[in-house]
């Protein structure tokens, strides 16, 4: 886990790609993809279906492990840097002076941090208020939708009481042209 290499670009074109997945596909992923070239025209495939809400949030939350992660490490790697370097110069290999690249290092990448934090925590912000606005939203097409549907009209039954119906009763002799 700690000697994982990071991805050398800042900017990732593919926020759902794997970053440590290997680029060629698989013997197997091969040979499905040549058997789903068989399939006929008609026949839906699982991998034709749409993404689910909880596929999204459980990539979300997979892209959001790993990019911890990866702060995680780097600032270990920083750390280490800079108890290295103080060791150094503690047993005088390395003039006192040597420390302040490592320290200089170590404190702008906290500041970096500090940053990113600030806007995670604002997009999170963002993320709940359009969440909170489209639910709102929804209420009131509820609501809107539910006083445009029609009244049911309710009939008092207890005045139509009066005349029982019976269905194996026999009905009453007609006159003929009756």
């Known amino acids: 886990m700690w000697l994982r290499r990071d991805r050398p670009t800042f900017a990732e074109p593919d926020k759902g790609a794997e970053p440590y997945a290997p680029d060629e596909q698989s013997?197997?992923?091969?040979a499905s993809d040549t058997r789903s070239d068989l399939t006929p025209v008609g026949a839906t495939t699982t991998e034709s279906r749409p993404p689910r809400a909880s596929d999204r949030r459980r990539a979300e939350q997979r892209r959001r492990a790993l990019q911890v992660a990866k702060r995680r490490r780097l600032t270990f790697w920083c750390t280490l840097l800079l108890l290295a370097s103080v060791v150094t110069a503690?047993?005088?290999?390395i003039p006192w002076w040597g420390v302040a690249p490592s320290v200089v290092l170590l404190g702008t990448y906290l500041a970096i941090l500090r940053v990113s934090v600030q806007i995670d925590a604002e997009q999170r912000r963002a993320a709940a208020q359009a969440r909170a606005e489209r639910a709102r939203r929804a209420r009131r097409r509820a609501a809107r939708l539910e006083a445009q549907q029609p009244v049911a009209e309710i009939i008092d039954?207890?005045?139509h009481r009066d005349e029982i119906f019976d269905q194996y009763a026999e009905a009453p002799r007609r006159a003929v042209g009756d």
């Open 27 to 30: 013997i197997e992923d091969e």
């Open 157 to 159: 039954l207890a005045a």
């Open 90 to 93: 503690a047993v005088q290999i």
